[in-house]
């Protein structure tokens, strides 16, 4: 019969249920071949995205911490900010796990390169020492916020989740010993050039630039200083315009030392244009994060004195919070629109119904250039986009709408008015072509910060004039009086100089994933940002989500709940469940 | 069971006249009398009479619903003939069941049968959501009532394991899909409930076997028949928002008042839909009226219509010679409720068999369809629908309307714009064809070999409809078209194919008379591929050309495949014992491509005994048994619930660039478990079936062990692991224990038959082992100070769900709302811990001075952890401290609250009453004993927002106290809900029991009357049959569930349908 003769034959398929995944590599045959060598390699590298989510923001990408900092603020309340966060929060757990997922496929190529890989023996010691780079740099992540973790050197699954947490130091010396290792690989190059195919990979320079950090922590300010400079004989240096730098033209310019490399194609890019964009933001994105008034007021005059409301606005400090709406609103408001704000307490008789943008504006001028290169700031214009056309709009208070031409800047938040960034936001509809996925490299490491980090490491050690100088080169290229250059800037001493140096860090990074970190290390996190009367705040300082400091022990983060009770470690003292 | 005919006189006329009688010698008006091998037929007369031509020595057939056929010979003029209710199958009935038939009367296993007639006829558009009510044990669900979705979750015996649920589905003796199947085809199904009845099955019939048979064709006889139906389908229930705007203002004010924020909505706003409210036929300045211009939308009706939902089938069924043939061809149109969202199906089947020689029968299953589905998505449908509110007109002159009121948050959704966003196409097409042969070797001995071809394709085209928004106040565009470079279009295809192999060798033999024996022996091997791709381009030369080469940008390409394979043997061995003791032994032996070759194979033995008592000398003498039986078995089956390549290590692909040159990288992303092995169910079954009162009572009861041990599950493993998912293990162990009752009486009054039945079934579910105990308490730490531990999350998975050995598959693990005492202070003038307000809300100053008075003292109420507008405040709920640690409301005062979302009681009734030509039946389903948690702002929970929608289950029912004013007529300090508040809500909206609403319901699933035509009057037109009915599906339902319906889960998704159809079946 043909049916038993087809049943005869297929009976003695032996391989019918011998199957094998479609779309993956089995683990025997990982790393046994110089191209999966090389893939295996861009895996530990595709570990510096993780927490990228491309439909929401996912809270714990490196610029999303700016809400966290003084820089910066988040749209919603926040229960790191306003007190009630517990060890269970999602941000502790999930930045545990993406930093250790790091580790782990680090630990992956450290182990098994020298074992299985058939790659030329330069191109695995300088894949080791890039891994062993990477390594260091996911460790110091988790040592910047929980303070002593497990360490784990070789790939280990579920059972073998047993190590204690190591000190605090002992997780630095760690750091250090790896980026060492990576300084002392003879095949690392010390910087590529752009354009180069290995653009992206690990240098020499990135590893000194991480090492001097770490010194830092462990405050060996000589050490660090001697790292910088090495930093700079590898051949970084500023590139001359601050507003272009973060453009996708100029990800690779020598001031960048280490980025996270993005391109525009869906789950290879960036998410900064979607989540601290507007809705007149290429593709309509929303405004998730924003600037915190503190920033801008804290952005000198172009002289480097110090701005003052009061230059501007002589009343200012007599008005409620609530009075001072009145300066911000457009001109000629209707009568609904003035009955509308003195219900919400604005002082409208010092409205002027023509004149009150222009007063306004005049806060805006004549301050540090990177103030406008950050902050979309009130009646500035931004060049967004309308039914899908380039279109500049202007942010305009109260929002009425958008327009093909001389329409208001829309967000997500059009009952509040918000300061929102600037950078790395797109402009017009040609710069990306999708707003969950943005081409731009988000630079982790760049010169102005080593040069600041250097100035610090100068000033603790009493090298005032060594320090002045790298801030200099900073403010020089900012366009910003430099310092000792006039009264204002004059530097009064080590003390002075130490928060002039911070400041000029608040006010280079915002919305770089950098100032959160630094204000946990400078231990000024409490009176900086949870000082009393701070919040998430509009314009004029109207708290729409009061801060609340919940005690000391939030400088470390809470290990994550069910880490306590999968794994021998121990909490961090003062969080409670 | 005494048939009897008497004849009166003899004659040689030739008309025949008689009468026929019921056993209680009444008329029995409507039964059919037909002269063998002719179409000569008729009925008889309200007295039970009929007249025939006829000729001495022809036979008469005489049949009337639900009563014995009866055959005589005419041997004169006029007869009289006796018919009895049907109580053949009692006796003779058989069941389908794994790979052959059995005598009803010698089943062992505990098989639901259901009869073609329980599912005909109904307006429900799929097979599976037909069966609820049906029978015991089993459970039906249809969560959906989106046409192409509205398929039905079937659990048979509760759930007993951690991953896969579903219940083996073999149609015509290969698996299969149930809804692929037209329910007009079908003619029975059998459910597979125990080790004994499903082993045979082995691997795959751990969670039950459901065996679909379709009609086969008759002998020599061919009939055609038609069956259609219209109905009138509506949701069988809508959210219900507010839709006065000024009453949805006020109540969004209320919750920016209840914070101290300034109210969002000005008096201007209000006096404006005042004004426009009070002349809605009104004009404004642009034309347009009031009412557009100044809306009060009913979002939740506005996205919802009424449609006609039609199906027609047409069947030719019959045999000529040694070949019988079925073919039917099905239409199927269900617009749906919701706009875009329609199912249009095409079905057809041929069921051919010949016997081409005397030892050989070959012949073929075929079917196919065809289905497209409505492109408006529906996945977030109803997240949007809550995020939308009643100042947002829906369409008016072609365009979509924008919010109107100037303090409105533009992005309020449009939902109606939002269904119809989404254009293209998308079609599933399904093929299964079965070739069989059987032949017949020797006396007893047959086999028979099968073989089957699966093929499923959907094709799927997605592109965006650009739109305009205007604001129609101001008559202004707000939104204008989108233009064509940023329009994107996306193809999609998937399959999937199976094919699978039968070879089953039978035996059958009765030895010395009183020993019945027969065996089998089988093969099987399977194999499972599916793959899909899918492109999306961007930058259409225009909205209406969307193929993918017209378009410019590729913005993705994507594309997987997967596959599995089974091998199989197995066998049974029947004995019976003078048909008085059955014995049964059943093995399957099955290999299975999901785990490693070490581990791969599986045996699956069961046996079954069964004593028929009423068969025992004994019971000769008791008069009101017809059947009884004592059944009981023991078995194992087993399930591979696991993804495909689990006990492998791979790794997989992940995303980086180097020079702005995408790069992949490879990742380890699962890690391996080369120990893998089948989980394995073993159930124990006792039952005893009866048919008492000459067949007027029949009941069966089953009481059932099933026990599931090694089951695959992929636990929660330490983060400090990484992203890569866990390795899968055998590693818990659930036990499920249940009652299963089913009773059914029949009878007649008069010309009145009537027939009830009820079904039963309890069943309750245990994890006995997971990971360990739950510990936690209090211990000393290093530093002496007394500090709360837990190893919750070692020991357990999941979040307000949970898995934890000791209690129930998913239980809920919430904050428990503090239940206080009513007292506040104790009499030495000290609070009293156990004081406070009885449903752990502040409403009053006594309640609100303990709170303070407890704080004083030093306990902590989180979350919000401060007494004011902002934390806690009048109208706020507050938490109990379950681990006595002082703190109100922290981790650790969750709890288990021994309850879950799956029902420990599912039940149905059926009632079917006949009159003459008339019929009536309905068909009730219910489910108890079940827990929803849901909390869903916009919806449940009293968080509101500027733009969203207000719930009428918070709008009319929550706590308010105006403090600038007592005597505000709106107070309600004795509101269920919490206060209001704008935007978030940290002391109400956590996962508490709170929202944990009982969920059991009882359905009237259908009501039908019917009325078959008078024979006389159909045979004018040539008809043999025809029948008129009415149809009423999902009538209401009881429940006191607040949300939509109970049956589609917890929150809010697409309703299932009210119907109310007419139909028509006709058989030529």
């Known amino acids: ?577 | 069971m005494v048939c009897a005919i008497f004849l009166y006189t003899i004659s040689y006329a030739q008309t025949i006249s008689g009468e026929v009688l019921n056993e209680h010698n009444e008329p029995i008006a409507g039964a059919t009398v037909r002269l063998l091998n002719s179409n000569k037929a008729t009925s008889t007369n309200d007295n039970g009479l009929f007249t025939i031509a006829a000729q001495q020595g022809d036979t008469l057939v005489f049949s009337f619903m639900g009563y014995e056929n009866v055959t005589q010979v005419v041997t004169g003029g006029t007869m009289q003939v006796k018919m009895t209710i049907n109580a053949s199958n009692v006796l003779s009935d058989v069941v389908v069941v794994g790979y052959g038939v059995q005598k009803k009367v010698n089943l062992i296993g505990s098989v639901a049968t259901i009869d073609a007639k329980a599912i005909e006829n109904r307006p429900v558009s799929t097979l599976s959501s037909a069966l609820s009510g049906t029978s015991s044990g089993v459970s039906v669900r249809q969560t959906s009532g989106q046409p192409g979705s509205d398929g039905a979750t079937i659990r048979i015996r509760g759930t007993g394991t951690l991953n896969n649920n579903d219940a083996l589905v073999i149609i015509d003796g290969v698996q299969g899909t149930m809804d692929a199947v037209n329910p007009n085809d079908v003619e029975s199904i059998s459910v597979l409930k125990d080790a004994a009845a499903s082993a045979i099955y082995g691997s795959l019939a751990a969670n039950g076997v459901i065996l679909i048979t379709t009609k086969k064709g008759t002998t020599d006889k061919i009939t055609v028949s038609y069956t259609g139906l219209a109905s009138v389908a509506k949701p069988a229930n809508m959210p219900r928002f507010v839709s006065d705007y000024i009453t949805h203002m006020k109540l969004i004010n209320e919750g920016y008042n209840n914070l101290g924020q300034t109210p969002v909505y000005t008096q201007t706003t209000m006096d404006l839909w005042a004004a426009a409210n009070a002349n809605p036929n009104g004009l404004t300045d642009q034309g347009i009226p009031n009412s557009v211009a100044y809306p009060n939308t009913d979002w939740g009706k506005e996205i919802f219509e009424n449609n006609i939902v039609q199906r027609h089938n047409v069947s030719l069924n019959g045999g000529i010679n040694k070949t019988q043939f079925l073919l039917s061809a099905g239409y199927l149109d269900n617009p749906g409720t919701m706009v875009n969202t329609g199912s249009n199906k095409y079905d057809f089947r041929v069921n051919l068999q010949s016997r081409v020689a005397k030892f050989l029968t070959v012949g073929t299953q075929t079917f196919g369809s065809l289905q497209n589905y409505g492109k408006a998505s529906t996945a977030n449908a109803f997240n949007y629908l809550s995020q939308t509110n009643p100042g947002l007109y829906p369409m008016y002159n072609g365009v979509y309307g924008f919010p109107s009121a100037a303090e409105e948050n533009v992005q309020a959704n449009n939902i109606f714009r939002y269904l119809n966003g989404t254009g293209g196409a998308n079609d599933e097409s399904r093929i299964s064809t079965t070739v069989f042969g059987i032949v017949d070797i020797t006396k007893g001995l047959q086999f028979e070999t099968r073989f089957n071809y699966q093929n499923r394709a959907q094709e799927i085209n997605t592109h965006s409809n650009t739109y305009e928004l205007w604001d129609f106040a101001s008559n202004v565009q707000r939104v204008g078209p989108v233009s064509p470079d940023q329009l994107t279009t996306r193809y999609e295809f998937n399959k999937n194919y199976f094919y699978s192999i039968d070879n089953v060798l039978r035996y059958t033999t009765t030895l010395a008379e009183k020993h019945d024996i027969s065996a089998l022996l089988g093969y099987n091997q399977y194999y499972y591929n599916y793959y899909d791709f899918n492109a999306t381009k961007q930058g259409l030369i225009d909205e209406s050309i969307t193929t993918l080469g017209s378009a410019t940008n590729l913005i993705s390409a994507g594309g997987d495949e997967y596959d599995y394979a089974m091998r199989s043997y197995f066998g049974r061995i029947n004995y019976a014992y003078n048909n008085r003791y059955l014995f049964e032994g059943v093995f399957r032996y099955d290999g299975s491509s999901r785990f490693a070759s070490q581990r791969r194979w599986g045996l699956f033995p069961s046996f079954s005994a069964g004593w028929r008592i009423s068969e025992e000398d004994f019971m000769q003498d008791v008069d009101f048994v017809t059947n009884l039986k004592l059944r009981g078995s023991w078995g194992k089956t087993g399930n591979n619930g696991t993804a495909n390549y689990d006990y492998q290590a791979v790794y997989g692909t992940t995303n980086y660039s180097f020079n702005a040159l995408a790069a992949t990288g490879l990742i380890s992303t699962k890690f391996a478990n080369p120990d893998l092995q089948w989980e394995t169910t073993t159930t124990t079954n006792v039952g005893l079936d009866g048919n008492l009162l000459h067949n007027k009572l029949n009941f069966e009861i089953d009481l059932y062990h099933k026990f599931t041990n090694g089951i695959l599950y992929t636990p929660d493993i330490p983060l400090t692991v990484g992203t890569a998912a866990a390795a899968t293990q055998n590693i818990a162990e659930v036990t499920n224990k249940g009652v299963e009752l089913t009773l059914g009486y029949s009878g007649m009054v008069g010309t009145l038959n009537y027939a009830f039945s009820g079904n039963f079934a309890y069943n309750f579910n245990r994890i006995t082992k997971y990971k360990g105990a739950l510990q936690q308490g209090y211990i000393r730490d290093a530093e002496g100070n007394e500090v709360y531990t837990s190893n919750l999350g070692n020991v357990s998975n999941g979040t307000t769900t949970r898995i934890l050995e000791d209690h129930e598959i998913n239980e809920f693990y919430l904050y428990n709302v503090y239940k206080g005492n009513g007292g506040y202070f104790n009499a030495d003038g000290t609070v009293d811990i156990n004081g406070g307000p009885k449903g752990g809300m502040i409403r009053t100053p006594d309640d609100m001075a303990w709170l303070e008075a407890m704080i004083a003292a030093g306990y902590i109420f989180q979350p919000s952890g401060g007494v004011d507008k902002t934390k806690i405040w009048y109208g706020d709920l507050i938490y109990a401290d379950r681990n006595g640690d002082g703190i109100y409301g922290n981790t650790y005062d969750q709890y288990f609250t021994n309850k879950s979302a799956t029902p420990r009681y599912n039940y149905g009734f059926n009632l079917n009453l006949s009159y003459r030509n008339i019929d009536f039946s309905m068909l009730w389903a219910g489910s108890a004993g079940m827990w929803y948690y849901w909390n869903a702002t916009g919806y449940n929970n009293p968080i509101v927002q500027l733009g969203y929608g207000v719930n009428h289950i918070v709008a009319d029912d929550h706590y308010y106290y105006n403090d600038a004013n007592p005597g505000d007529p709106a107070n309600n300090i004795n509101g269920h809900y919490p206060r209001l508040k704008n935007t978030t809500d940290a002391q109400n909206a956590i996962t508490s029991d709170f929202y944990l609403y009982n969920a059991s319901y009882l359905k009237l699933k259908n009501i039908q009357i019917g009325y078959t035509l008078p024979q006389h009057i159909s045979q004018k037109a040539a008809m043999s049959r025809v029948r008129l009915y009415l149809s009423g599906e999902n009538i209401f339902t009881i429940t006191k569930y607040p949300g939509l319906d109970p049956e589609i889960g917890a929150g809010i998704g697409y309703p299932t349908m009210r119907q109310f159809a007419l139909g028509l079946n006709i058989t030529f």
Not at chain 1, 34 to 50: C, P
Not at chain 1, 352 to 360: D, K, M, S
């Open chain 1, 1 to 577: 019969m043909l049916f038993m003769a087809l049943t005869a034959m297929t009976a003695c398929k032996k391989s019918l249920l011998d199957t094998v995944p479609y779309s993956a590599v089995a683990s025997e045959t990982m790393w046994t071949t110089d191209n999966l060598t090389d893939k295996g390699v861009s895996g530990v590298y595709a570990a510096l995205r993780l927490g990228v989510e491309q439909t929401y923001g996912s809270g714990v990408e490196l610029y999303q911490m700016d809400r966290y900092g003084f820089t910066g603020q988040a749209r919603e309340s926040e229960p790191l900010m306003t007190g009630t966060i517990t060890a269970s929060n999602d941000n502790f757990s999930l930045t545990w796990r993406y930093l250790y997922e790091g580790i782990q496929r680090a630990n992956d190529a450290i182990y098994n390169i020298p074992l299985k890989s058939p790659s030329s023996e330069e191109k695995k010691a300088r894949y080791i020492a890039e891994c062993k780079f990477l390594r260091a740099y996911f460790y110091l992540r988790l040592n910047q916020v929980f303070k002593g973790v497990p360490i784990y050197l070789e790939p280990f699954d579920a059972a073998e989740t047993t190590q204690q947490r190591a000190t605090e130091e002992e997780v630095w010396n760690q750091i250090i010993a790896d980026l060492t290792a990576s300084i002392d690989e003879s095949n690392l190059p010390d910087r590529y050039a752009g354009g180069d195919a290995q653009y992206g990979h690990i240098t020499k320079g990135a590893a000194y630039a991480l090492r001097g950090k770490a010194y830092l922590y462990l405050e060996k300010w000589d050490l660090a200083a001697a790292d910088f400079s090495h930093v700079k004989e590898a051949g970084y240096s500023l590139f001359a315009d601050y507003k272009t730098l973060f453009k996708t033209a100029n990800e690779q310019c020598p001031e960048m030392i280490f980025s996270i490399q993005n391109i525009d194609i869906d789950g290879f890019g960036s998410t900064t244009q979607f989540f601290c964009g507007s809705r007149s933001s290429f593709g309509s994105c929303w405004n998730n994060y924003l600037v915190s008034p503190n920033l801008v007021d804290l952005y000198e005059n172009t002289d480097g004195s110090k701005f003052n409301w009061e230059d501007v606005l002589p009343e200012w400090s007599t008005l409620t919070v609530a009075q001072r709406e009145v300066y911000f609103l457009r001109d000629n408001l209707t009568a609904d629109e003035i009955a509308a704000a003195t219900g919400r307490g604005a002082k409208m008789d010092l409205y002027l119904p023509t004149g009150n943008e222009a007063r306004i504006l005049k806060a805006y001028t004549n301050r540090d250039p990177r103030l406008a290169d950050n902050v979309i700031t009130p009646y500035s214009t931004y060049l967004g986009a309308f039914n899908s056309a380039d279109a500049v709009v202007t942010m305009r208070w109260p929002f009425r709408s958008e327009a093909a031409e001389n329409g208001d800047l829309r967000t997500d938040t059009q009952n509040y008015f918000y300061y929102l960034y600037r950078k790395f936001v797109y402009e017009g509809i040609s710069e990306t072509i999708d707003r969950s996925y943005g081409p731009t490299d988000f630079p982790i490491i760049r010169y102005a910060d080593v040069l600041l980090m250097w100035a610090e490491a100068l000033n603790e050690q009493g090298l005032t004039d060594d320090a002045i100088a790298k801030v200099n080169e900073v403010r020089f290229r900012a366009g910003v009086a430099p310092l000792n250059s006039n009264g204002a800037t004059a530097v009064s001493g080590k003390e002075d100089l130490r928060e002039r140096i911070r400041n000029e860090r608040r006010v280079e990074f915002p919305n770089e994933g950098i100032n959160f970190y630094d204000e946990l290390r400078w231990k000024s996190w409490k009176d900086k940002v949870f000082y009393s009367g701070n919040g998430v705040k509009q314009i004029w300082g109207n708290v729409v989500y009061a801060y609340s400091f919940q005690g000391d022990y939030i400088y470390n983060w809470a290990i994550p709940q069910v880490e306590i009770e999968r794994t021998p470690i121990e909490q961090n003292s003062g969080w409670i469940n």
